[in-house]
């Protein structure tokens, strides 16, 4: 349900302030850290791969759009081509309409990623598969870390390109999403006004203008003056008999004026336009109502009240995620010996797409039910035990 409550809330500008800080904190420890790191460890930086990176999310943000705009087709079409009435009443989209457009997209994701890490390959220098000074280096004292792959470290700029376009591109979005609350937070914030109050002050302004209208007929048929109403039930060569047995012969000219003045001020389009105006701003509000109600059906709760550290611990999943997923993805790839097992193309694939899958399913089918900071520190758990798993993979963790 949207929130409709009376309690003091915050004002939009101190939760947007609050995320703007978050954004901030996100951008420097989770982006611009790992960057300086990376620069430090090989004294350069591999741009191709996180412009990569960068297109590649952004390529399949385009095929999210895609994805559930083909599979929630039938109900966005029925909503908007409903009256605004029966659009703000309209249920939310159900959880397996909205799994299978998920599952979809985390299936496009993986491909695209695939295919951009082959990129990623083609444009390494030429390097010997079996380098012995690589297999097996001399010994030294003390010892010193054990050679890495150079596909590794492209593959580490291609997650850090990939997770810092996902974090500017989300944050902007959930900016855009606290904008759906503005009606009910306020820029003051203090008493909470709530979506059902502000959506009954346009029909109550109309309702206060008809009522005004019927209090001057009742004053017009008072004091014998002419409905406009049966007036304009008349016949056309009625009209001016009508007016001219009311006013006399002598002020004839004036009763076609006053019925011509009215006929302009109803003709006019002022009345109308108006009551047009009201009408799509009606339409405007309850559309930003479904709006509200369909995120707070997925989140379980409104937006301004999931806490900001738990916003941060998103952005974070989010790193581990296209960390765990490109390494991964990386490994058929990669150009010295395997120092554990041999991952071939087609199962890791299918491993990583299924992973991917089944995690996103996991949080759009059980976030109500677990709430969102549980399922958010669920996740980093699985994710952090991926990365280890994933970078022992690659020998890191010799």
């Not at 009443?89 to 997209?105: D, F, G, M």
């Amino acid at each position: 349900m949207s929130t409709s409550s009376t309690y003091s809330l915050p004002s939009l500008p101190r939760i947007e302030f609050a995320h703007l800080l978050l954004l901030a904190l996100t951008l420097l420890l989770l982006c611009v850290l790992p960057f300086v790191l990376l620069w430090l460890y090989k004294r350069r930086v591999e741009w191709d791969p996180f412009g990569l990176g960068i297109g590649a999310w952004l390529a399949a943000e385009m095929g999210r759009e895609v994805m559930f705009e083909l599979f929630t087709s039938a109900g966005r079409i029925g909503a908007e081509e409903g009256a605004p009435a029966d659009e703000a009443h309209s249920p939310p989209l159900p959880e397996y309409t909205l799994a299978l457009p998920t599952i979809v997209h985390s299936l496009l994701q993986e491909t695209i990623r695939l295919f951009a890490l082959h990129l990623v390959v083609r444009l390494l220098p030429p390097f010997p598969p079996s380098s012995p000074s690589l297999s097996r280096p001399p010994p030294t004292y003390p010892p010193s870390l054990p050679p890495l792959d150079p596909l590794f470290f492209s593959a580490l700029w291609f997650a850090l390109g990939w997770s810092a376009a996902e974090i500017v591109w989300s944050s902007s979005r959930l900016w855009r999403q606290l904008e759906l609350y503005r009606e009910v937070l306020g820029a003051e914030g203090g008493e909470g006004v709530g979506e059902e109050e502000v959506l009954r002050v346009v029909p109550r302004m109309r309702r206060e203008g008809e009522e005004v209208e019927e209090e001057e007929e009742e004053e017009d048929r008072r004091f014998g003056g002419r409905h406009p109403d049966v007036v304009d039930g008349l016949p056309e060569h009625l009209v001016h008999r009508q007016s001219s047995s009311e006013h006399g012969g002598g002020d004839g000219e004036d009763g076609e004026e006053r019925l011509y003045r009215h006929d302009g001020e109803r003709d006019g389009g002022f009345d109308e336009e108006d009551e047009y105006e009201m009408d799509d701003e009606t339409f405007r509000l309850r559309m930003r109502d479904m709006q509200r109600e369909e995120l707070e059906a997925q989140l379980g709760v409104p937006l301004y009240e999931v806490p900001i550290g738990v916003i941060f611990i998103w952005r974070l999943d989010s790193i581990l995620l296209s960390l765990v997923f490109t390494l991964l993805l990386s490994l058929p790839f990669r150009l010295t010996p395997p120092t554990l097992i041999t991952f071939s193309l087609y199962p890791t694939f299918l491993l990583v797409s299924s992973t991917h899958a089944l995690l996103a399913w996991l949080w759009l089918a059980k976030v109500r039910r677990m709430g969102i900071p549980s399922i958010s520190y669920a996740s980093l758990v699985v994710l952090v035990f991926l990365t280890f798993g994933t970078l022992g993979a690659w020998g890191v963790l010799q």
